[in-house]
């Protein structure tokens, strides 16, 4: 099932991806019903349930956009899908294009959907090339 599961992953990864996501079908689509996501551990709650999720994303739709990926890693166990990557997005205010290097952990259920969804960066690199302060970090990276 771990080949299954990447091609998952690399499918929901791919259509979050593409221009402006439609989170709503991406999640139906790809997550369980109860599913949480952690866009930074350990800074940030995780949001949990599809809806909250989607609000989540939607909330970082709204500090940049055109969201770029390359996979540079993957593997996978029974249970999870690891990748390391590369997301590089457009600033909403000033248009820039910054990039980041990541790593995410995917928790896969018994029914192959994602039922858990972890994100780990240098928080220092982002702060930098942001150009923000710590405080100002905690603001945006704050659930609305």
Known sequence: MTIAHEVHVKAFLDGFHEGRPDFKKLLDTYFSDDAFYQPLVPMRVPSRGREAIRAELERQYEFYSDCDCIIHAMGSSDSHVFTER???????????????????VFDIDANGKICGWREYYDSGDLIKKLGVTMDQFEQIMAAA
Do not use: C, Q, S
Not at 91 to 102: A, F, M, S
């Open 86 to 104: 590369t997301d590089t997005v457009t600033l909403n205010h000033d248009n820039r294009r910054i990039e980041t290097r990541l790593n995410a």
